[in-house]
T-cell receptor, first 115, second 114 residues
């Protein structure tokens, strides 16, 4: 079956520009997560959507970062006025919440480079 | 505060031998742990998990051991194969349940030599 799909796979943009990253979760998965991995670092949690509940935004590093999840499916992570420290691989994951021991399934990520 | 730590950045093993990857945690509320494997330019892939009610979980060549008193878990791969060469992350759900946002270790690069 189809896995988590992310687009674009690579994005290069100039400092100060806005970027949008897209995630298509696995069909039927009610939970969706965004993480990022900076060079040489582990994965850092950004935001978590679960069904119709208010998202957990506790990992967003600044108010330049925001995310939406429309119709309980596709999600868009937006970074406004990008800075060089935003360069990282942005990973999306989804899981079948409400069931115990359901692991998160990750997409291949978007590699974001800020010039 | 790094709640999940992988203190070995890299590990090199000969094909056919055992690989042991270690992970320590500081949050005693963690009660579920996962291991992910990541190849370059790909997303992490779930490998194996363990609940705190167990001290061992086995799946083929992969076994995870949990020592709650030491707040330590380890992943054993036996026998190691060149295709196992990847970055391995341990992770724990921050909410103390089997799901929710994950806290990851920094990862260990495993290289298995033919």
């Amino acid at each position: 079956g189809a896995g988590v799909s992310q687009s674009p796979s690579n994005k290069v943009t100039e400092k100060g520009k806005d970027v949008e990253l897209r995630c298509d979760p696995i069909s039927g998965h009610t939970a969706l997560y965004w993480y990022r991995q900076s060079l040489g670092q582990g994965l850092e949690f950004l935001i978590y959507f679960q069904g119709n509940s208010a998202p957990d935004k506790s990992g967003l590093p600044s108010d330049r970062f925001s995310a939406e999840r429309t119709g309980g499916s596709v999600s868009t992570l937006t970074i406004q006025r990008t800075q060089q420290e935003d360069s990282a691989v942005y990973l999306c994951a989804s899981s079948l919440e409400g069931h115990s021991n359901q692991p998160q399934h990750f997409g291949d990520g978007t590699r974001l480079s800020i010039l | 505060d790094q709640q999940v730590k992988q203190n070995s950045p890299s590990l090199s093993v000969q094909e056919g031998r055992i690989s042991i990857l270690n992970c320590d945690y500081t949050n005693s509320m963690f009660d579920y742990f996962l291991w992910y494997k990541k190849y370059p330019a790909e997303g992490p892939t779930f490998l194996i998990s363990i609940s705190s009610i167990k001290d061992k979980n086995e799946d083929g060549r992969f076994t995870v051991f949990l020592n709650k008193s030491a707040k330590h878990l380890s992943l054993h791969i036996v026998p190691s194969q060149p295709g196992d060469s990847a970055v391995y992350f341990c992770a724990a759900p921050a909410g103390g349940t089997s799901y929710g946002k994950l806290t990851f270790g920094q990862g260990t690069i495993l290289t298995v030599h033919p």
